[in-house]
């Protein structure tokens, strides 16, 4: 019941939610999910349509693992060294205070309508949370076990592997998480904006013409891509049940 | 022949409130396969000296020398299991692999038959410093330090694995350095007891225990030795 009935329940309750609230404000102004579905199967006959979800769906990739690849170094990094730390301050202070608004547009301004604005706006929105995230995690590592590991004489790649990264893992996750749905939200933005193609530029498309099916059908159709996205990100972060570790291997 | 010496050790850790000297001036020399239990207050510096012997700390003054390059088996205050590893994986993770198949063997020694499949977090406090002294001894240490290894126990418990480690040292002869408040556990496990006090701490005194290595805790012969011990820790103090 909890892992399949509630949350199918949950979903009824959205559909209905959605449903009522359709009767409330006339299906001229928000279609129903009968009518946003009869649309959406139209839709996904189109290449087009493909297309746009593919492109999206890639900027967002692309975004989440630059954000990681130079955030988790970065606030390794951070959390190492007090120094370094100190100094940084600041510019983390106006990554993480910034509106978001503000650095794409930026971007766009000083780089062009381009891809190019795009990711690098969209990477610098997400790498202060991943480092300022990843700095805490590394902070609160237990020094107790690094020396059990260095009396012990543990060897570098075991002492990451089964004493470090299980500390990290549910950080790691969970920071995953977050900053994929963050990704997603911010390329839909700047496909608003900047961008011909993408959800985001369908969904602006759709909007100057009052189609508000359209809107519906690709909010729909994303929301369950990043859900099954997330879903598995979830998975392993349930996986080792009791202990959030990472899979695979014995010591 | 020395296996571990301190010459003139002090360390003195950074404060809040500028720093703290802990240790001052200690010389000790430890002979090889000797047991050298260490005696002094809470707080007195006990357990950073075995950092300093295990090396996972600096001094500030003097040095820590040793024979050969020690492998250290350390049973920690705390015992600083991996919560998430079994009991045989965290003993396995720390031995090369011509151990493991004594695993079991290693947990049974110490009262834990099959409980290798145990997450640590399943265990006492008893059981896990238990664990943690049969991890210590299966890489075959050739320095041993242990941090008040029966702090957390019963005394009945505790005065049971007092013999069995008695026995197992016993049986695995090593040089050790053995941390206790327990006047009865320094004099049954050491041949010699060092006491430690003042402030900073620096040694205070020893006395040498001349004991047949098989001992019984009740023999009249160790009971007059630990009185004695109690003794020269009033006077000490
Ligand atoms: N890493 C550290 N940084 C600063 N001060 C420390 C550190 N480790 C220990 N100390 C200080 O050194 C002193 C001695 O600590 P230690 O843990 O060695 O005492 P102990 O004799 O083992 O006490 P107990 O019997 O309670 O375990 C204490 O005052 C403690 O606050
Ligand atoms: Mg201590």
Redesign the interface.
């Known amino acids: 019941m909890l892992r399949w009935g509630w949350p199918l329940l949950g979903l009824l309750s959205v559909v209905v939610a959605w449903s009522l609230l359709t009767r409330l404000l006339g299906p001229s102004t928000f279609p129903g999910p009968v009518d946003t579905l009869h649309f959406l199967n139209e839709q996904v006959r189109k290449a087009a349509f493909w297309g746009h979800i593919g492109i999206t769906l890639w900027r967002v990739l692309v975004c989440f693992a630059l954000a990681l690849a130079l955030g988790l170094p970065l606030g390794w990094l951070l959390g190492l060294s007090p120094v370094f730390s100190a100094f940084a301050g600041p510019w983390l202070a106006i990554g993480l205070t910034l509106p978001r608004i503000l650095i794409l547009l930026s971007a766009f301004l000083i780089v062009g309508l381009n891809e190019k604005a795009l990711v690098t706006a969209i990477t610098l929105i997400l790498l202060p949370t991943v480092a300022v995230q990843v700095r805490e995690a590394v902070r609160s590592l237990d020094p107790?076990?690094s020396?059990?590991a260095?009396?012990?004489?543990?060897s570098r790649t075991?002492t990451w592997r089964?004493?470090i990264l299980?500390q990290l893992w549910p950080t790691l996750l969970g920071l995953a998480r977050v900053t994929l749905s963050l990704s997603w939200k911010m390329v839909v933005f700047g496909e608003v904006f900047g961008r011909t193609s993408g959800v985001g530029y369908m969904i602006s498309f759709y909007f100057q013409q009052f189609e508000m099916r359209g809107i519906l059908a690709y909010g729909v159709v994303m929301t369950l891509i990043l859900s099954a996205l997330d879903g598995g990100l979830a998975w392993l972060s349930r996986r080792?049940s009791?202990?959030q570790?990472p899979p695979g291997g014995?010591? | 022949m020395t296996a571990l010496q301190f010459q003139g050790v002090g360390v003195t850790f950074a404060s809040a409130d500028g720093a703290r000297e802990v240790l001052r001036g200690i010389d000790l020399q430890v002979a090889p396969g000797e047991r050298v239990a260490l005696l002094g207050r809470s707080g007195s510096g006990k357990s950073t000296l075995l950092n300093l012997a295990a090396g996972l700390l600096r001094p500030t003054q003097g040095q820590v020398i040793y024979d050969t390059p020690p492998r250290v088996g350390y049973v920690f205050q705390d015992a600083r299991l991996l919560p998430w590893l079994r009991l045989d994986q965290n003993l396995a993770l720390v031995s090369p692999p011509e151990y493991h198949p004594d695993i079991p063997s290693a947990l049974t020694r110490v009262g834990l038959a099959g409980r290798g499949s145990d997450y640590p977090g399943q265990l006492s406090l008893g059981m896990a410093q238990r664990a943690s002294l049969a991890r210590a001894l299966l890489i075959q240490p050739n320095l041993l330090l242990l941090d008040e290894p029966f702090g957390a126990l019963d005394e009945l418990t505790a005065g049971e694995l007092r013999n069995q480690l008695s026995r197992l040292l016993r049986q695995q002869p090593v040089t050790t350095l053995l941390v206790t408040h327990h006047p009865g556990e320094a004099v049954l496990l050491s041949d010699r007891v060092v006491v430690l006090g003042g402030q900073p701490t620096q040694l205070l005194g020893e006395l040498k225990i001349d004991l047949p290595p098989s001992r019984d805790p009740d023999d009249e012969g160790l009971l007059r030795l630990v009185r004695e011990l109690r003794g020269l820790i009033h006077t000490a103090d």
């Open positions: 107790r076990l020396d059990m260095r009396a012990f004489r543990l075991k089964w004493v299980p080792g009791t202990w570790q014995e010591p």
